[in-house]
């Protein structure tokens, strides 16, 4: 049963191997071979009493001009256009062949198991009057493509016409003469050679050249004496036996059908609009307070299917156990397995493949790689199985890479166990603080995924705090904006949740950040915007829930004597607040820009208790809480020209050291910066990748943070857009803005510019090609590209990404001509430099593609924009840039290949922009 189940021609068991039509993704193909046969000639009566007939094709003294026409149906519908063959001069009337092959419109896999091809051959029947050729019907025949095995007819097909009758869909397919009475000896022979072909008849060398003359005898006696006609066709030819199937579709579950999608309705509950749920109504398909569409599951699609309940059982017998901990693949089936293993994360896995990762669990424990595939394949219905995998085998797997740990607070069905998780958070302890903020944006995420029981049992209640129900439901509510989170599974014996709160994800962050300055103030705001997000209130009141019990652990572990890290916080979101207010008036203002750079630097100037300008006590740098801020300089403090009108505020900082340090910041109102910290962020991870092979590209990923849903601020970086700098050094490009601050006279090969100058300029540009190309960073202009003066080039403003881009035909790697003038051109051994630095950093972080992809799907219910436009196809967005699809040469070469494509319409659409850029200043 198991081999007869199996569809893969690489399955274990050879002898019985088949392919499924619906796995071929192969356009359906066929060569029409020869026409055999004589055509009647008419007697001199029938042309005497009808002279037209000497028109006819083979009436005259050259060979007939036939031509065939085939279509194809099923079910008497046509299923694609028509086509016909080509016109041939045939050499004689004996050798009527045209060897053309057919290419349709249409796949295999979707061909209906009644497909049929419909053939009608044509001869000349008078001279073309008006442009219209009068013919004459030969003969027509039907084939079906599919036998009555339902097996896909392969190899040369013997197709009999029936004389001056087209082809028929309703006349039963291939009719030949054996099957209406007449004899057809060389039909029966050429069934005969197509079993020896497969192997049916043995092979005698001896013996088949005298039967293959034979055969030749009575195919040429048969010719001359026949009347009968026939077409050869040629099919394709496989390997296996290729089967009809219908292709098998994802049934729906329960659980998918409280996510969100880009096209199909959103769920919430009804008890939002104050109704209740009626009893026989599952809780988890509720009208959605948004959408006047509904989704109605049917039991009969949801519901197990008892045959493959018994496979299941017969398969993972667990009173097996015992056995299993000893059994060991042979060299075929660890292939496999290493096959399997090397999927990145979002692969969906077969039931074979599931059932082989089950049978060999054992054996897996000692390979890292290999336990989010193992947790993907056990049933966690079964409470025999999930108590198996997370008692016995969970505790003894050997200690797993990181990425593989995001990937276990991911929202796959398989890691919402409460073990697993906490599995998961144990390995993220080996992470010192300053790993842990790489990921902690993601890990604030994945707090939504969490399981109802993980917050029942780690919160402490008091009176004033909300109850259980109002903590995580179980079904989260949903927005129009984005998709929602998770909803948690029911927590069975086998799931009970971890009793020491440490171990939970929420825990576990509360503690290191409650102890860590610089980590608490970023998991500070990162809970503060998501408390903001009233689109989704279950997940605000959530995380509601996560701030008091983090202002709670902090004041528990707040020293006598020692600042009060958590009352700098509470001052440091009221100073945040009042920037806001100021930067929103401004931006509203009707004023022109100077104007709004004067009530500025008029309110940062003011004396009163409540000044921005000054503050009675330091409060930390949201930024980077490592630095203290006491004020803000007016004077060196503007408002840039933008149509959200940011701020630039030259921040007090400072230090014993030195007292006269600022800190530049630009603070904008109205524009949502989350997308931009997330793009950072990957990009101050993809840096520490690089750096840890010892390849250092220069990168300066400056800091940002989103204080709010319209409300961020970001570094200011002392820098200045391609654009400015080609408009003031003209032909001098990028060089003549770097000579002007570290020139090298002496140094001819650096074209005048300091050596280390131009080495960090191309170093910085390899870096920044391969980081944006791999998050599909669109919009790039020349002014968002930014070079400083000590070289170090960059990108702005990423509104856009995962492939998205208001220009038309955007190149995947920005390269702009201004970039490649200042390496010395495309000849130039700096820009070969450049390019060998691209190829190392992409081989680098291909190599690390599954950190990203698990931080980016982590991501899926944040509400970034550009994520949420199509959550269900953002992370594969991702994966496909690293081209994983390909071995690590194929994907140097495709990344080269775009790498070397430029596109000429962006350089016309950049100075479009900044013609527009002008107009608006």
Partial sequence: MDTIARSNPTSYDSELTYVRHSDLDLSLSFKLSS?????????????????????????????????????????????????????KSFKSVNSIEWNETFTLPIKIRDLPLSSQLVVTVYDIAGPAFGGNQHLEIVGGSTLRLFGNKSTLKKGKQRLYLWKGRPGDTKRRENETPSKVGLKDEMGRLEKLVKKQERGDVERLDWLDKLAFRQIEKIH????????????????????????????????????????????????????????????????????????????????????????????RRLVRDHRNGPLDRELKPNAKIRDELNDILRY???????????????????????????????????????????????????????????????????????????????????????????????????????????????????????????????????????????????????????????????????????????????????????????????SRPTSARMFEEVARKFEKRMK????????????????????????????????????????????????????????????????????????????????????????????????????????????????KNGDDLRQDQLVIQLFTLMDRLLRNENLDLKLMPYRVLATGQVDGMVQFVQSRTLQDITNEYGQQGLLGYLREGHADPGSVGTYGVDPEVLDTYIRSCAGYCVVTYLLGVGDRHLDNLLLAPDGHFFHVDFGYILGRDPKPFPPAVKVCKEMVDAMGGVHSPHYSRFKSLCYTAFT???????????????????????????????????????????????AIKAFEALLNDTSYFTSVLDKVHSIAQYWRA
Avoid: C
């Fill in 556 to 667: 528990e572990l707040q020293i006598d004597g020692e600042p009060d890290r958590l009352d700098a916080l509470r001052r440091q979101s009221d100073y945040v607040t009042r920037i806001t207010s100021l930067a929103s008036s401004l931006r509203l203002s009707k004023d022109a820009r100077p104007k709004k750079i004067e009530k500025l630097r008029a309110v940062l100037s003011s004396t009163s208790s409540s000044s921005l300008g000054s503050l009675s006590a330091p409060i930390p740098l949201p930024l980077d809480a490592r630095i203290s801020v006491t004020g803000i300089d007016p004077e060196q403090s503007s408002v840039f020209k933008s149509n959200l009108f940011p701020l630039k505020l030259q921040l007090l900082t400072p230090t014993r050291t030195d007292p006269a340090s600022t800190y530049a910041v630009i603070f």
């Fill in 220 to 311: 040429k006696a048969e010719s001359e004496k026949s009347d009968n006609l026939f077409l050869y066709i040629d099919l394709p030819k496989f390997d296996f036996p290729v089967v009809f199937s219908e292709a098998q579709y994802p049934l729906p579950v329960l659980s998918s059908l409280t996510h969100s999608s880009a096209v199909g309705p959103s769920l919430t509950t009804a008890t939002a609009s104050g109704s209740s749920t009626p009893s026989s109504l599952n809780p988890n398909t509720l009208l959605s307070a948004e959408s006047n569409l509904f989704s109605i599951i049917d039991p009969e699609i949801v519901r197990k299917n008892p045959v493959e309940a018994k496979h």
């Fill in 35 to 87: 026409f055999q046969g004589h055509l009647p000639q008419r007697s001199l009566i029938d042309l005497l009493d009808h002279p037209e007939l000497k028109h006819h094709g083979h009436q005259q003294q050259s060979p007939p001009e036939l031509y065939v026409s085939i279509a194809l149906y099923a079910d008497n519908v046509l299923l694609v256009p028509r086509v016909q063959s080509a016109y």
């Fill in 344 to 534: 990145p994360p979002t692969a969906e896995l077969s039931t074979p493949q599931r059932d082989l990762l089950w049978k060999f669990r054992f054996y897996l424990t000692r390979d890292k790689r290999a336990l989010t595939k193992f947790l993907k394949a056990v049933v966690w219905s079964d409470p025999g199985e999930a108590a198996q995998a997370v008692e016995v085998l969970l505790p003894m797997w050997t200690e797993i890479e990181l990425d593989d740990a995001l990937e276990l607070l991911g929202p796959a069905e398989g890691f919402r166990n409460e073990r697993v998780r906490s599995y998961a958070v144990r390995q993220l302890e080996r992470a010192d603080d300053d790993e842990l903020m790489l990921y902690l944006l993601q890990l604030v995420q994945a707090l939504k995924f969490e399981p109802v029981a993980n917050n029942l049992s780690s919160s402490t209640h008091s009176s004033t705090s909300p109850s259980a129900s109002t903590l995580r439901p179980s079904v989260h509510s949903h927005s129009r904006h984005g998709r929602s989170s998770r909803p948690a599974p029911s927590v069975s014996s086998s799931q009970s949740a971890p009793t020491n709160p440490l171990s939970t994800l929420e825990g576990f962050l509360i503690e290191r950040s409650a102890r860590n300055p610089v980590l608490g103030n970023h998991f500070w705001w990162y809970i503060r915007v998501e408390r903001e997000d009233k």
């Fill in 844 to 890: 680098t972080l291909r190599k690390n593609a599954n950190l990203l992809i698990n931080l980016v799907a982590l991501m899926v219910d944040a509400n970034i924009p550009d994520i949420k436009f199509e959550p269900d196809k953002a992370v594969m967005k991702v994966q496909d840039k690293f081209l994983l699809n390909l071995s690590e040469e194929q």
